[in-house]
C-alpha cells in the first residue's frame, strides 16, 4: 500500500512539522564540516584546529600517538591485535586473509565473543597473496578469492576458522536477530567475468556457532543479484533491507518482505525459492509530494521524507543490472549507500559520500528509516572535507554501529587521515581512535580505511579492523555515556 501525500502531511504534523527525528539518536551533525550543524557550529579558534565547541565535554579526550605506529587512542584506552593478514594463522594453518571489512559479534560458549569478520576480495584467487581458504565443503566458487572467517576470542586465546569461502568482494553485511551473519557480495561479475565460474552479487547466511551449518552454500537468490553492501533485518516484522553501493546509475535501497506464513530462523532463508517474496527499491517525496530523485538534494539536518516502494522487475538480473531496470522518476537514487544498523525500532543507513555523479556534493550522510511511519529522516550530514589529510574533520562515513553508550560509532572511510569517531544524540563528534599505520610512503602517505565497527556482546570491548593489509583490533578502556550536551 502505497504511503500517500495526505499521509505523509498528517506524519509529518504529529512528529513536528516533519523535523522531529525517529530514533534515539537525534540530529547529529558533524562541526566544522558539517553543511547543517545544530549545536555543534564551530566557532572561535577552536574551529581553525579541525574542532568546534561542541567537542567540549564529550568523548574521551586528544588521541595519542601509538609508539607502534598502529592505532592513536585517547588516554586510559588499549587495543589488542587479534588476527593480522600474513602474520596470525587459522586453525588449518593458512594466514589470515586480508582486506578485513564488515564485522559483527555474538556470544560463544564458556564466555568467548565470536566474530565473523568479512574479507573484501574481488577477482581470481591469483591476484592476492591471502585469499581465503578453499576449506573443503566451504566453497562456492573455487575460482573466487572472498568469504568469511570466524573468529573466536578468549581473555587468553583466539582461534579463526573459514566460515565461507569462494564468494567475491565481500563488503559489508549484517547480523541476524536469530544469531548469524549475512555476507553480502558488492560485486555483479557473472560467470565467465573475470575468472569467475558462477554468478555473483548474492547474500549468503554464516553461522558462527554451528560449522556444520555453512557447509554446502549457495546464495540468498531471493534477496537479488546486485553490488550489495550491508543488510538488516526487522525482528518485529520481518523486512529486511539491503544497500546497493554503485554508480552509473547510482545505487538504490532496497526493502525485501518475506513471503506469508514464512517464519525467520537459522538456515531457513537458503530454503526459499529464487523468487520468493517481494524485492523493492525505494521511492521517496518530500512534505509537499514532490518526487525526491536522490538523497543528496537533502542539505540540512532532519530532513524528513516519505517512503514508497517499487517493485523490482528482474531481481536476478538476468540481462539488465537491476538499478538500471527502472527509468527516471521511478526511484531514489544515492552514491555509496554503504553501512546499516538496526536499532531504536528502524535503520541507520549511510551514505558516504557523493560528488560529480550526484546533484549535490558532500561527504556523508547518515539517515534514519522509521518502517512505521514510512520516513527516512537525515541525521549526520558532512560537508565535503576541504583539506583531507589534515586531522581534525570527519569525512566518509562507512560502517555505523549504535553504541551501548549512547549515539552511533563510524568508521571513516574517506581521504586522507582515517578515524573511528563517535557521534552523541545531540549531534557532538569526537574522535576515538587514529589510524596511524602508513601503507604509502614518507613523502605520499596512506592509511586505509576502518571497517567492521561493532562492539561485544557486553559492551566492553570495540572491535574494528583497518582494512588493509587486514588487521582486526580490540579496543578497550574507560567507556562512559556520553551526554546530550
Sequence with gaps: MSLTRRDFTRTSALTGAGVALAGSVGALATAPNALAATDTDAQGPAAANGHGRGHEGVGYGPLLPDPKGILALPAGFSYRIITHSGKTKLESGEFTPSN???????????????????????GPRANWKYPVPLTEGLVYDPAASGGCTVVEVRRDHVAEWVGIAGTSTNCAGGSTPWGTWLTCEETEDKAGQNGMTKDHGYVFEVDPADRRANRDPEPIKALGRYAHEAVVVDPKRGHLYLTEDASGPNGLLYRWTPPHGFRHGRGRLRTLADDAGVLQAFKCFDSGGRFVDDLSRATRTGTVYG????????????TTSVRKQFKDGQVTRARKLEGMWWADGGAYIVSSYAREESPVQHDGQVWFYDPGRRTLTLKVLLGVNPDPAKDGAFDGPDNITVSPYGGLVIAEDGEGVQHLFGATESGRTYPIARNELNIGTEQEPEYSEFTGVTFSPDGTTLFANIQEPGIMLAITGPWKRQKRG
Design 307 to 318: 517512503v514508497d516502494w517499487v517493485d523490482v522487475p528482474d531481481r536476478d538480473a538476468r
Design 100 to 122: 578485513h571489512d564488515g564485522t559483527a559479534t555474538f556470544d560463544g560458549p564458556r564466555g568467548a565473543t565470536l566474530l565473523v569478520n568479512n574479507h573484501e576480495l574481488k
